[in-house]
């Protein structure tokens, strides 16, 4: 079975620095879709960010950037230039390849905190 | 266009009690998914609806089961409730590929007494 593992339960960053959120999982399969969500207190949650692991390439999304190690099986978030609509809880996830996007399995979030 | 709508937005039920929750999804999106989230904790896969059938499971009992519609809104159904099932209940809608991101909405939140 695989697992997602978040051993950062809350973080604090000052506005307009750089933090970095780590995430490790554990899955015996070659192919498979690793995301970041960010849940604000309105509770949705929010896609930050995705990488398929057939990829070399780290992903990217505008301030927001990840460190994807699959030998290591680590998935990091960096958020640049942090901003106060940043503070939420973050959530790293993994999913196996199936026909739709759906059966996600979520790490326990890091709530992150941006002070002024 | 409105993004994924759950109703309602809180529910106190009696342990022993049935419930109901409901989703429509983006439009335009064909395929449901839920997900409980406890306090404190990532949430958790339930089942996954398309055309109208379930598709994919999570590890929930038989207590836990869902309806898709015609026009692909949704229903969670929880029988013979716990303490246990207080939680937050997430939807999330996609559409057709598995490059389509889920979107989610604001949640269901449940607290059984």
């Known amino acids: 079975a695989q697992t997602v593992t978040q051993s950062q339960p809350e973080m604090s960053v000052q506005e307009a620095e750089t933090v970095t959120l780590s995430c490790t999982y554990d899955?015996?399969?070659?192919?498979?879709?690793l995301f970041w969500y960010k849940q604000p207190p309105s509770r949705q949650m929010i896609l930050v960010i995705r990488?398929?692991?057939?990829?070399?390439q780290n992903a990217t999304e505008n301030r927001f950037s990840v460190n994807f190690q699959k030998a290591a099986k680590s998935f990091s978030l960096k958020i640049s230039d942090s901003q106060l609509g940043d503070t939420a809880m973050y959530f790293c996830?993994?999913?196996?390849?199936?026909?739709?996007?759906?059966?996600?399995?979520f790490g326990k979030g890091t709530k992150l905190s941006v002070k002024p | 266009d409105a993004g994924v709508t759950q109703s309602p937005t809180h529910l106190i039920k009696t342990r022993g009690q049935q419930v109901t929750l409901r989703c429509s999804p983006k439009s335009g999106h064909d395929t449901v998914s839920w997900y409980q989230q406890a306090l404190g904790q990532g949430p958790q896969f339930i089942f996954q609806?398309?055309?109208?059938?379930?598709?994919q499971r999570g590890n929930f009992p038989d207590r836990f089961s869902g309806h898709q519609f015609p026009n692909y809104s949704s229903e969670l159904n929880v029988n013979a409730l716990l303490l246990g099932d207080s939680a937050l209940y997430l939807c999330?809608?996609?559409?057709?590929?598995?490059?389509?991101?889920?979107?989610f909405g604001n949640g269901t939140r449940l607290t059984v007494t």
């Open positions: 990488q398929e692991a057939y990829k070399q």
């Open positions: 609806y398309y055309e109208e059938e379930e598709r």
């Open positions: 999330a809608s996609s559409f057709g590929t598995l490059n389509s991101p889920l979107h």
């Open positions: 899955t015996s399969e070659s192919n498979y879709y």
């Open positions: 996830a993994f999913m196996k390849p199936h026909v739709r996007q759906g059966n996600l399995i």
